[in-house]
């Protein structure tokens, strides 16, 4: 680790400036994905499965293209399949010969109105022959289930699988040997979980233009989380060459993962080459519910034995995730996080992936984590409970730090769990008096967080003003994160910068932004991106001086002789030296291409205050305090925002939010009436503490944010639940019904 | 069969055609290049496509386009003056009350109207007049504070 | 030699072993060693993998050295939101 890091004092970086995207979003003048417009431009809607799971016998379009106003239409047959890695999302894109649940797409149109395309859809006939379908997790693995794909046979089983199934893999992690620890232990607690599917929810949603010619060159502009990963499917489903297509991405109306892939960008993309004109589709929110996103939903057992006086002796679970109608639950995920946070000697779990007729998976946010999260740390504060031991005391005794070897393998460096544990300890909130049938829960949580592929420029202007261009959408601030961290490292005002996301043309690749990666690597590579260009303004100061080049160093904005040995001059600033630049040898940029990987692993610890109504069984949330290691924060504003954001997400995760399947196998609830994210009034204020450990591979201490404020909260609110009711909710969310009636059971019971 | 339809937005009149089942946020969005008030559900839910028509807070994806005829409709663009923004988006730019920024047209104008009608509105009241508008990124703290500090420094600003 | 901990799921193929010796001096390496030990391995290797060591998350950087006492333990693709 630089040796600065931690001494290090910052004058810009942790201040918290004003965006530099605000204004515009402020006024209206933001343009987000359904905000771009072109002349001629044709409206693109989507035809969609209505069964859940069917045989595809026919699809004629022949009315549709027939009708006055419609300019293309487009099937699986406009998408050949090809030996090319993307088979899955080439399927999910456009259902082949099977349409695999509700709301898969089977055919599109394009047309010169909204009104017209819609006509032309119910104008296109689709053959059907309806099959059984599954869409619960536990049923789907019964050998009596019906089975999505025959190519399918369980991975990493001994012996191997011989039949096709719906279980796609068997992860299993682990050190030791549980069933002596639960010998050796005073107390064996063992529980069966459930939670059920959320989505991201994000209020925008998935819209773009494609412009595409006849030789196979274009623009697409779209909301993403990666328009260089949008790039790569959109032109490899439609047999373009990577660098004809350019693609923009406008601002983004949230994301938290589920924006990671594509939907509707290679449909645009076919039509408008089909049609000869461009072609834009924005999503309904209904199409949002029903093809795009969600999570997992999961069906776990927990089992961890620990002596009386608190000491975690064995730990097991195992994890049944679906995904949806594909490959890739992230059950492998979740059976890692399962015990992260914990210091074990016997541990091990194991993950099955399993496909059902749902929508394919997406990432959220520490996508798998907050499902096993909920299910360990219900079972860990059932545990002290029992023993009768303080849950962050229980916590505390048993934690992952330093040198202690994972559940998932790796053997941890400095990680803040204890830190954010103690921290939310000494916290007023944790000692504030309860009234009566209020109750306090706290749980911790865990999250990877990753690096990646990524490259930005640099430009300095002939007046001293910073052009800095990285291919990673902001999703939420970190344009202003990036222009501190160039400011930082060029000692210059903040104003002075101006921090673009630049098209796929403009830049190598990029990697998504995801796993929280942003603030790391993107800053990271930007801030060696400055380097680059202070190593060019050095020079460049040097040879006006005629001294050698390691004689110049860069100090507060300004290039200075490093002595008087050095020679006796006027240091020149970053301003003057860019007005002379184009006698001096051209343009100064500084670049930096690089994947960034050794991004430190994150703990977070939450802790609530709730209320339930034991005649309604809701549940209201008073106090919510959240503790995170942060590494540094850059902007500390928006890391407060992550915390909140995440933290709510979850809250909604925990007290609402599911997708509800009918008999039928469609969605029941695929709107925001029925599928209900938290409003303004179901919320108090949410506390943040922001603990800055620094991560010994940033250049600036920076830890990912993101993710883990969604881990702990479902885990936190049941054990508030738990402390005010006596009742321990297994199954999530932890709605008014399920309340209401698992108050009732256990009044009936005692 | 197209309607026309003459109104006045934001001040200034304002004519266009529109199809009969057209919403006002699609003529507003389409029609009149005001893509500032946003679609998040359509279907009254989100409170993205916020807008005042006639002193009323609506979903102008709930209200037809040709309900606008000879009606005064507010939005989004009409806030600030010039580059003088108002106090409520500048508390909004200060308290980092958005992230995405694609609720936040939604919220101003809501909150507009709020502040309007009470000028010293308690943290619960906001919370209950903003609950038709969803913020997914923010968990809403920052965004209650931005309008709780935004009625404090109108309330100053009225009394100098 | 480098020690590589191999998680549950892929011990199939090394008849059960959680630790196996492999001769690399980097990130590529290891995983084309244990391809080469274990043929069985390689679809999943292929298919991506993420590679801790010394306790740090590596994907994507083949060049990333490993030393004869480095902490190596090869996982499941890690993947984000």
């Not at chain 1, 916590?395 to 954010?420: D, H």
């Not at chain 1, 109750?439 to 300095?460: D, K, M």
Request: proline residues 5%.
């Amino acid at each position: 680790m630089p040796k600065d890091i931690a001494t290090r004092t910052f004058k810009q970086v942790g201040t918290r400036p004003l965006r530099p995207d605000g204004i515009e979003k402020v006024t209206g003048r933001a343009r987000f994905g359904a905000d771009f417009s072109m002349p001629g431009m044709l409206t693109g809607r989507i035809l969609r499965s209505p069964h859940a799971h069917a045989r595809i016998l026919k699809i004629d379009t022949s009315a549709a293209e027939a009708l006055p106003g419609v300019k293309a239409v487009v099937t699986a047959r406009d998408f050949p399949e090809t030996d090319d890695g993307l088979h899955d999302i080439r399927m999910n894109v456009m259902a082949r010969e099977k349409a695999l649940y509700d709301g898969h797409a089977v055919a599109a149109v394009a047309a010169v109105s909204p009104a017209v395309a819609k006509e032309a859809l119910k104008l296109i006939r689709v053959d059907y022959e309806v099959l059984p379908h599954v869409t619960d997790v536990d049923e789907a693995m019964k050998p009596s289930a019906p089975v999505l794909h025959q190519h399918i046979f369980t991975a990493n089983e001994s012996p191997a699988a011989k039949r096709p199934s719906n279980v796609a893999g068997k992860y299993e992690f682990g050190h030791g040997d549980p069933e002596a620890g639960f010998r050796k232990a005073d107390h064996v607690i063992a529980r069966s979980f459930k939670v059920e599917a959320a989505h991201q929810g994000y209020i925008e949603p998935h819209a773009c233009v494609a412009n595409v010619t006849a030789d196979g060159q274009g623009d697409l502009w779209c909301c993403t989380q990666g328009h260089f990963m949008v790039r790569a499917i959109s032109a490899g489903l439609n047999g373009m060459d990577l660098s004809k297509l350019r693609v923009t991405a406008s601002e983004i109306g949230g994301g938290f993962g589920g924006k990671t892939t594509v939907y509707i960008e290679p449909v645009a993309v076919a039509l408008s080459r089909k049609a000869g004109k461009p072609v834009k589709i924005v999503m309904t929110r209904d199409e949002v519910f029903r093809a795009t996103g969600p999570t997992h939903s999961a069906s776990i057992d927990v089992k961890i034995g620990a002596t009386k006086d608190g000491r975690i002796t064995g730990a097991f679970a195992e994890l049944r995730y679906q995904g949806g109608a594909f490959p890739g639950s992230l059950a492998d995920m979740g059976a890692m996080a399962a015990f992260a946070c914990y210091d074990l000697e016997n541990v091990r779990t194991i993950g099955w992936d399993v496909v059902t007729n749902r929508p394919k998976l997406a990432a959220y946010r520490a996508p798998s984590a907050p499902a096993i999260c909920f299910a360990v740390e219900s079972v860990i504060d059932e545990l002290a409970r029992t023993i009768g031991m303080d849950p962050i005391d229980f916590r505390l005794k048993n934690a992952a730090r330093e040198g202690t070897l994972s559940s998932y393998g790796p053997t941890y460096q400095a990680i803040g769990l204890e830190a954010t544990l103690r921290a939310l300890k000494a916290h007023p909130h944790y000692k504030a008096p309860l009234k009566p049938g209020q109750g306090r829960g706290v749980a911790c949580g865990f999250w990877f967080n990753f690096g990646g592929q990524t490259c930005v420029s640099l430009n300095i202007g002939l007046d001293g003003t910073v052009a800095l261009s990285v291919g990673t959408p902001d999703i939420g601030g970190s344009r202003a994160s990036m222009s501190l961290m160039v400011a930082e490292e060029l000692g210059i005002p903040y104003e002075k910068v101006r921090c673009i996301i630049a098209d796929t043309a403009s830049l190598g690749y990029n990697d998504v932004t995801d796993g929280s990666r942003v603030t790391f690597s993107t800053g990271l590579a930007t801030i060696q991106a400055a380097r680059n260009a202070i190593k060019v303004m050095c020079a460049r100061a040097a040879a006006t001086w005629g001294i050698p080049e390691d004689a110049v160093e860069w100090v507060d904005g300004h290039a200075r002789p490093t002595g008087p040995n050095a020679g006796n001059f006027e240091p020149l600033s970053l301003a003057d030296i860019a007005a002379q630049s184009h006698q001096t040898g051209g343009p100064i940029a500084g670049h930096c291409e690089v994947t960034a990987e050794g991004a430190g692993v994150s703990f977070g610890a939450h802790l609530a205050d709730v209320e339930v109504d034991r005649e309604t069984g809701a549940v209201k949330v008073l106090r919510y305090t959240v503790a995170q290691d942060a590494g540094k924060a850059v902007h500390p504003a928006y890391v407060e925002g992550q915390y909140q954001g995440g933290a709510v997400q979850g809250i909604g995760w925990a007290l609402n939010e599911e997708y509800i399947y009918g008999h039928d196998g469609r969605l029941q609830n695929a709107g925001f009436l029925d599928y209900r994210i938290p409003v303004c009034s179901d919320l108090p204020m949410i506390d943040t503490l922001i603990l800055e450990i620094p991560n010994p591979g940033h250049p600036y201490g920076v830890r990912g944010v993101g993710e883990t404020p969604i881990v702990p909260p479902m885990a936190t609110i049941g054990n508030a639940i738990a402390a005010a009711t006596g009742v321990r909710m297994t199954h999530a969310p932890m709605s008014p019904p399920r309340i209401l009636k698992a108050l009732t059971e256990n009044q009936a019971g005692t | 069969m197209a309607l026309h339809v003459k109104t006045n937005v934001n001040g200034d009149a304002a004519e266009f055609l529109c199809e009969p089942d057209e919403t006002l946020l699609d003529a507003l969005r389409d029609r009149l290049g005001l893509t500032g008030t946003k679609e998040g559900c359509g279907t009254g839910d989100c409170g993205a496509c916020s807008v005042i028509l006639d002193g009323r807070l609506v979903c102008s994806c709930l209200v037809l386009a040709a309900e606008a005829e000879g009606r005064s409709v507010r939005t989004i663009e009409g806030m600030a003056k010039g580059d003088e923004l108002t106090t409520l988006q500048r508390k909004f730019l200060e308290h980092a009350a958005l992230q995405c920024g694609v609720c936040t047209p939604g919220f101003l104008v809501a909150a507009e109207e709020l502040l309007r009608r009470n000028d010293n509105p308690t943290e619960e009241q906001v919370r209950y007049w903003l609950a038709g508008n969803l913020c997914r990124c923010t968990g809403y703290d920052k965004i209650v504070r931005a309008v709780l500090d935004a009625a404090k420094d109108m309330r100053e600003h009225a009394h100098a | 030699m480098v020690k590589v901990r191999i998680w549950g799921g892929l011990r199939i193929h090394t008849h059960g072993e959680a630790e196996v010796e492999v001769e690399a001096q980097d990130l590529r390496g290891v995983v084309a060693a244990l391809g080469q030990k274990y043929p069985e391995m390689k679809p999943a290797l292929d298919s991506g993998v993420s590679l801790s060591i010394d306790g740090r998350l590596y994907t994507n950087r083949w060049f990333e050295k490993v030393r004869p006492d480095s902490e190596v333990v090869v996982l499941p693709r890690i993947v984000g939101g």
